[in-house]
Nanobody, 123 residues
Framework: VQLQASGGGLVQAGDSLRLSCAAS????????TGWFRQGPEKEREFVAA????????DYTDSVKGRFTISRDIAKNTVYLQMNSLKPEDTAVYYC?????????????????WGQGTQVTVSS
């Protein structure tokens, strides 16, 4: 499966953005999906993940209550709605997919990755 992330940009603290990750090649219905991010001089870290159902989700503590991961199987797309953005959310955001139902928080469990989209939050 090939992944294409989009939707990043430059915003001010408190603003919202919605990232999209479109899949091609295979249907998303057989894959768990996740979002990760990598800030300047930082390792790539887990942000959010969902299993086959959008009701099965997991978030890193720093984004709980602000970010929402969802997926539209018909559009073969997974989304990351980001509200109340903070400067510390600044990073390149990557979508990822793994075959199966388990919504892993570990980047090494994901075999497929998008190219990343830059999110910059100014204070």
């Amino acid at each position: 499966v090939q992944l294409q992330a989009s939707g990043g940009g430059l915003v001010q603290a408190g603003d919202s953005l919605r990232l999209s990750c479109a899949a091609s090649g295979r249907t998303f219905s057989s894959y768990a999906t996740g979002w990760f991010r990598q800030g300047p001089e930082k390792e790539r870290e887990f942000v959010a993940a969902t299993g086959w159902s959008s009701s099965s989700t997991d978030y890193t503590d720093s984004v709980k209550g602000r970010f929402t991961i969802s997926r539209d199987i018909a559009k073969n797309t997974v989304y990351l709605q980001m509200n109340s953005l903070k400067p510390e959310d600044t990073a390149v955001y990557y979508c990822a997919a793994r075959l199966g139902t388990y919504r892993s928080t570990r980047k090494q469990d994901y075999a497929y990755w998008g190219q990343g989209t830059q999110v910059t939050v100014s204070s």
